[in-house]
C-alpha cells in the first residue's frame, strides 16, 4: 500500500507491504530524500502505518 501526504513545504510518500519496514520518501524544494523505518514485528509497523497515514490518500 501507497500512501501520499502534501507536507508544508513539498509531498510525503509512505509505501508499506505487509513486512517490518516502511520506505518513506519526500520531495521538498526540488531534492527526493529516502528513508527505511525499521520495527520489531509487522503488527508494529502496520499500526504505524495506519496510524500516521490517517489523514493521507490511497494511491
Do not use: P
Request: proline share 0%; aromatic share 14%.
Amino acid at each position: 500500500m501507497t500512501y501520499h501526504c502534501t507536507i508544508q513545504d513539498g509531498q510525503e510518500a509512505y509505501e508499506y507491504h505487509g513486512n517490518t519496514a516502511i520506505e518513506r520518501t519526500r520531495k521538498v524544494r526540488g531534492g527526493v530524500q529516502r528513508d527505511w523505518l525499521f520495527f520489531d514485528s509487522a503488527e508494529e509497523a502496520e499500526a504505524f502505518f495506519n496510524d500516521h497515514c490517517a489523514c493521507c490518500e490511497a494511491a
